[in-house]
């Protein structure tokens, strides 16, 4: 449901009083569901949808008031992924050995027989195994990290209108820096900082232009000057 407009006064209420109120995130906000965090800032809602700011274990997110919400009394945070179950140990081997009893000597006066290893046929060797494998256990899937805000876009525009240059700032729909006027040699040596051809070149076209302007207009009133330094000696100045 998100955070109503009551719910959002009383947030505010508490940072004014120096308090970091707790929130919940809800199901909007991603793989961080149920999770808690504590409001640290109130942005503009006019300028961006994303104005509350919220830490969350060592970072500080912006979120709409719909992905939080007021934990209810005595609300803990959701539980982690289980941990690993071990598989059991498979049974350990079991050996076996039987042998025959070694065969009577005969009368006396024969030639006792000789004595003989039994047969390997007699000899017998069994080792009992598990009849199948332990089944691997399922690997629990790995959590999804929380959900990160992309960060808004930042512009800054280099303008030139009617013989005057500026320069401005803009990150998102926020304006961090109304234009302003620079002298052109500055706005020559940010553009001298940029590997893009055909941009100086426009740039010191602008300028040549505006300098050969400004040199014959000092040449003009060099020569109003000039007559005007003459009618004043007629004149006995």
């Known amino acids: 449901m998100g955070l109503s407009a009551k719910e959002l006064t009383q947030i505010k209420e508490t940072l004014a009083a120096g308090k970091r109120p707790r929130v919940m995130f809800t199901e909007s906000a991603g793989q961080i569901a149920g999770q808690m965090g504590h409001v640290v800032q109130l942005d503009d809602p006019g300028k961006q949808e994303d104005w509350i700011l919220v830490k969350f274990g060592a970072d500080i997110l912006p979120f709409p008031p719909a992905d939080l919400a007021i934990p209810p009394k005595g ?5 982690g992924a289980p ?9 350990q081997p079991e050996f076996k050995i039987v042998r025959e009893p070694a065969p009577k000597q005969q009368a006396p006066k024969q ?23 332990p089944p691997a256990p399922r690997k629990p899937a790995a959590p999804k990290g929380p959900k990160v805000k992309p960060l808004p ?3 800054v ?60 207009h000092a040449e ?14 007629e004149l006995g100045g």
């Open 220 to 233: 003009k009133l060099r020569a109003e000057l000039a007559e005007l330094e003459v009618k004043l000696a």
């Open 153 to 155: 876009s930042f512009t």
């Open 157 to 216: 525009t280099l303008s030139y209108t009617e013989g005057e240059w500026t320069v401005g700032a803009v990150q998102g729909a926020k304006t961090l820096a109304k234009p302003y006027l620079i002298k052109p040699a500055e706005a020559l040596k940010m553009v001298g900082l940029l590997d893009v051809p055909g941009v100086q070149e426009a740039v010191e076209q602008i300028l040549s232009t505006e300098r050969a302007s400004a040199q014959a």
């Open 75 to 79: 609300a803990a945070p959701a539980k």
């Open 111 to 133: 030639q006792a027989p000789i004595q003989q290893e039994p047969p390997a046929s007699k000899q017998e060797k069994t080792v009992s195994e598990p009849d199948s494998a």
């Open 83 to 91: 941990k690993k179950a071990e598989p059991p140990a498979p049974p």
